[in-house]
């Protein structure tokens, strides 16, 4: 018999996590699912500062399917996700979040697609019923955000998703240490399977992103993910080279022609403010790969092991 993993991620979310078990709890234990598969619910409880942990606790006494990780101290969601990946084994894992934002009835379509031999299958939340202009905006964003980066990134496709259990050694067999797990997914291939659902408000508790972290994730993503920030810079640097030339080309032949007459105060005072501003953007794009390099040669652990009542790997 195969075995089936749930992951979730959570970061205080005692309130929402009965009713996510229960529902999870009720998809998983459909009679056709459980004649192939048998399953576990690993719980990542990623630092929590509530009593979630006591909530796991709690359901893993009366539930012998519930497993638990629990970190010393909040490391993220992409920390939280790698630990799952790392120490389940199901030969199929799904990732899904605690706040049922994620329908988990999608599940059994999803397996359905793994056995008709997809390595991956990713849930897609839809945008139906937004409004035009936010449609524009968000399909806009993912068209500059594929140019800039090697991987293509689907709009809506978040981590919601089923691997395979080739898939989940793919995605281990990546040491790094910044993980961009929306990137990596992608990265390692595979025949995809998308299916879609609508957007789900959150039943209880509270986001964990603010706009500005938001913004961060997004510069982390194409900065982490590959080098073409920096080749874009280069081509930058020869563009303004370029217009350079042409434009002492252009002085050059005016004062031969015409003797030097203008106060070039104007163009002085643009010329060294833009400059100066690409040149601290730039170093800045620099720094933050050498920042990233800082890290990674360090090799620290994307996460420290609290508790848990599994054999860690
Ligand atoms: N999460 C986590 N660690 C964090 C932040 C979030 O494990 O540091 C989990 C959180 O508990 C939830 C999932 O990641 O299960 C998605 O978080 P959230 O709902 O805050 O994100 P949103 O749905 O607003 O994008
Ligand atoms: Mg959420």
Known sequence: MKKLTLIIPCYNESSPLIDTYNEVKRVLNDQELKKKYSYEILFIDDGSVDNTLSVINDLAAIDETVKYISFTRNFGKEAGMLAGLKHCNGDIVIIIDADLQHPPHLILEMVHHYEQGYDQVIARRSRKGEKFSRKW????????????????????????????RRAV?????????????????????????????????????????????????????????????????????????????????????????????????????????????????????????????????????????????????
């Open 169 to 313: 050694d793919s995605l281990l067999a990546m040491p790094e240490y910044n993980r961009f797990s929306k990137g990596l997914f992608s990265w390692i291939g595979f025949e995809k399977k998308v299916i879609e659902y609508e957007n789900q408000e959150r039943i209880s508790g509270e986001s964990k992103w603010s706009f500005l972290s938001l913004l961060n994730y997004a510069i982390d993503g194409l900065i982490s993910f590959n080098s073409k920030p920096l080749r874009m810079l280069i081509y930058l640097g020869l563009l303004i080279m370029f217009l350079n030339l042409l434009y002492i080309g252009f002085s050059f032949v005016n004062i031969v022609l015409f003797g030097i007459d203008l106060p070039g105060y104007f163009t002085m005072i643009s010329a060294i403010l833009l400059l100066g501003g690409i040149q601290l953007t730039s170093l800045g794009v620099i720094g933050e790969y050498v920042g990233r390099i800082f890290y990674e040669v360090k090799r620290r652990p994307a996460f420290i092991i609290d508790k848990t009542n599994i054999p860690l790997k």
């Open 137 to 164: 905006i968000t399909k806009t964003y993912y068209r500059l955000i594929n140019t800039l980066m090697e991987v293509e990134l689907g709009d809506g496709m978040g981590d919601f998703r089923l691997l395979s």
